[in-house]
């Protein structure tokens, strides 16, 4: 199988990192083998040879220049991130640029040229998946290829296939979760008696918060993961107008007492039923599942009419757990299609 990735992060290293440890046992218990044709970058180069890139070197990069992965004979080193998703011998395009979550673009104009060129797509992007699932959805059925998008609720723990694959034949009534890890950080510390300024500033020294925090603590990270879970598991499409979306920041130090008073907990709650969806911090009874999940750990409860509730509990962020869910996309395309 061939792969182009379009962006080279963190999420973009994980996954090749991944491929590169597990060739061998991928091989032997999957009859799997894949090599990563083409990367494209929005400002440090792009890199294609039909043959596949040398795995070592490209990780080698370390996410700086593609000018420093070494010279050979037929690497290409000029072709646009569009002639790479069109031209290019890739049968899996896995799309890993930054998320915009306002228009999708540019990942939307990229997903739809690779339907077109008949060829598979993976995600991490959220942007595609949240603004336009049912089109991609349907234009990915018309062309015969697979979408899928794992990485983008929950990372590399499998929300999405759990209640795609291995809950087939219940009805899931609906999904509710903590969906981001930073808010999550934050309401731990505060519930440990950190004001809320601090546990900010302390999420933002250890990598869970963005400089610009404003997506998480407002809540719209965890919407978008909403509207990709309205879309894949009730068919519904929602946009960010039609949910109610609040964040955490007016909670106060006394909310959080509070609330421990009462044995309860606050958490930041995304929720996706067939009829719409919300987030905004919901105070939990310390009993519930989700009020014991702490740090910056994700947790997702799907509400069923056969199995009851069912929760699962994993990483929402991180390299490796990213990119596995890459890897986990990939190898579903294997099957599906071998």
Avoid: C
């Avoid at 990367?39 to 990069?61: C, F, I, K």
């Avoid at 991130?81 to 990942?107: F, K, R």
């Avoid at 509990?313 to 599906?336: C, V, Y």
Wanted: charged share 20%; aromatic share 6%.
């Amino acid at each position: 199988m061939n792969i182009a990735l379009i962006g080279f992060g963190v999420v973009g290293q994980g996954f090749v990192e991944a491929l590169h440890k597990k060739s061998m046992q991928l091989q032997d218990e999957h009859s799997f083998s894949a090599q990563v044709v083409a990367v494209t970058t929005r400002s440090r180069g792009a890199l294609y040879h039909p043959d596949g890139l040398d795995l070592q070197a490209l990780l080698e990069t370390g996410g700086g220049p593609l000018a420093d992965y070494p010279d050979t004979d037929g690497l290409q080193r000029d072709l646009s991130t569009m002639q790479i998703i069109t031209e290019s011998n890739a049968h899996v395009i896995v799309e890993l640029a930054y998320s915009n979550l306002e228009t999708g673009q540019p990942a939307i104009d990229h997903v739809k040229a690779a339907f077109n060129a008949s060829k598979h797509v993976v995600l991490a992007n959220k942007g595609p998946v949240a603004l336009a699932f049912a089109e991609l959805n349907a234009l990915a059925a018309e062309k015969g290829v697979q979408f899928l998008y794992e990485a983008t609720v929950m990372a590399g723990t499998p929300s999405l296939q759990l209640a795609q694959q291995a809950m087939r034949g219940t009805t899931i009534f609906s999904v509710r979760g903590i969906l981001n890890g930073t808010t999550n950080y934050i309401l731990t510390r505060m519930e440990a008696g950190m004001p809320y300024a601090a546990a900010l500033a302390e999420s933002q020294e250890k990598g869970y918060a963005e400089a610009d925090p404003t997506a998480d603590v407002d809540g719209w990270d965890a919407a978008g993961k909403v509207l990709i879970l309205a879309g894949a598991l009730f068919g519904k499409t929602l946009t960010f107008d039609d949910m109610d979306v609040q964040g955490i920041a007016h909670l106060m130090p006394e909310d959080i007492e509070t609330a421990a008073a009462a044995g309860e907990r606050y958490k930041l709650i995304a929720e996706a039923t067939p009829d719409g969806g919300s987030v905004k911090p919901v105070r939990l009874p310390v009993s519930n599942p989700l009020a014991g999940v702490g740090g910056a750990t994700n947790a997702i409860t799907l509400s069923t009419d056969l199995m009851g509730d069912v929760t699962l509990i994993g990483a929402g962020a991180g390299k490796l757990e990213t990119g596995f869910a890459i890897l986990s996309d990939i190898l579903l395309i294997h099957d599906r299609t071998k």
